[in-house]
């Protein structure tokens, strides 16, 4: 069997020995709670309520918590759509401004190009004409070489 030991007076097991332990604590308990609902003035104390009463308001209490919840994320995520919405035209704004911009300024270079070959071409047209190149003629006595040395001779 188990131990025996004297608790207040008495041989009593282990086991008796705990339950006793766990006995007191719970009247401790009991008349801590009754002092202290004593204490406030009846008015003041909360009507009682069974259990079914008071998990129906408990229920009720969950469900408007959840409604209230949902309402929450549903209000996030409209609020989340509109900024995607509004980052969306941002960018698509940006996107159009960026097309016009480069737009002109291929529209630019093309002028410039343009106001370019018709410079060139001007200033080709103020040119003096050349005349075909004349062929330089010797003179008679020159006009037969026997060699490259015998011009080189006549030259120099």
């Given at each position: 069997?188990g131990?025996?030991y004297?608790?207040l007076g008495?041989?009593?097991?282990?086991?008796?020995?705990?339950?006793?332990?766990?006995?007191?604590?719970?009247?401790?308990?009991?008349?801590?709670?009754r002092?202290?609902?004593l204490?406030v003035?009846?008015?003041?104390?909360?009507?009682?309520?069974?259990?079914?009463?008071?998990?129906?308001?408990?229920?009720?209490?969950?469900?408007?918590?959840?409604?209230?919840?949902?309402q929450?994320?549903?209000?996030?995520?409209?609020?989340i759509?509109?900024?995607?919405?509004?980052?969306?035209?941002?960018?698509?704004?940006?996107?159009r401004?960026?097309?016009?911009?480069?737009?002109?300024?291929?529209?630019?270079?093309?002028?410039?190009?343009?106001?370019?070959?018709?410079?060139?071409?001007?200033?080709?047209?103020g040119?003096?004409?050349?005349?075909?190149?004349?062929?330089?003629?010797?003179?008679?006595e020159?006009r037969?070489?026997?060699s490259?040395?015998?011009?080189?001779?006549?030259?120099?």
């Open positions: 069997m131990r025996t004297v608790v008495e041989w009593c097991s282990v086991n008796d020995a705990k339950q006793e332990a766990r006995r007191t604590l719970r009247t401790e308990r009991v008349s801590i709670s002092a202290l609902r204490s003035p009846p008015e003041a104390r909360p009507a009682p309520v069974n259990r079914r009463d008071w998990l129906r308001q408990r229920k009720e209490q969950l469900q408007a918590a959840r409604a209230a919840a949902k929450r994320r549903d209000l996030l995520k409209a609020e759509m509109s900024a995607v919405q509004e980052v969306a035209r941002e960018e698509r704004t940006a996107a401004l960026e097309a016009e911009r480069l737009r002109a300024e291929a529209k630019t270079a093309r002028t410039y190009a343009q106001e370019d070959a018709r410079a060139a071409a001007k200033f080709e047209r040119q003096p004409t050349r005349s075909a190149s004349k062929r330089k003629t010797l003179a008679n020159k037969k070489l026997v490259y040395a015998h011009l080189l001779r006549m030259r120099g």
